[in-house]
Nanobody
């Protein structure tokens, strides 16, 4: 089985910083891409930042210049450094991985999700 576990969420004042971490574990063959999504109440889940195994990155316009995604391929871990946080950043943040995992003598490629971590930005 594959498990993605996020950590680092919490309550922070506007202008503050948080660092989210996500580690994938289990019968993993390879990870093609990892990313962070967020979902606020009443809104659709949206991509915040993503990165491929080759190192390319992509950011939502709303977080460019404030958030930085990084990845440690050897540890199957992705990070999201969030600076100058705003109340509009309040959401549940989810880790996502496009990976190939072993299933007996076979393997399967697909999307896997973490349980989510709450980020609340409020004064």
């Amino acid at each position: 089985q594959v498990q993605l576990v996020e950590s680092g969420g919490g309550l922070v004042q506007p202008g503050g910083s948080l660092r989210l971490s996500c580690t994938a574990s289990g019968s993993i063959r390879s990870i093609n891409a990892m990313g962070w999504y967020r979902q606020a109440p009443g809104k659709q889940r949206e991509l915040v930042a993503g990165t491929t195994s080759g190192g390319s990155t992509d950011y939502a316009d709303s977080v460019k210049g404030r958030f930085t995604i990084s990845r440690d391929n050897a540890k199957n871990t992705v990070y999201l450094q969030m600076n100058n946080l705003k109340p509009e950043d309040t959401a549940v943040y989810y880790c996502n991985a496009d990976l190939t995992n072993y299933r007996g003598t076979y393997y399967y490629t697909g999307d896997y999700w973490g349980q989510g971590t709450q980020v609340t930005v409020s004064s």
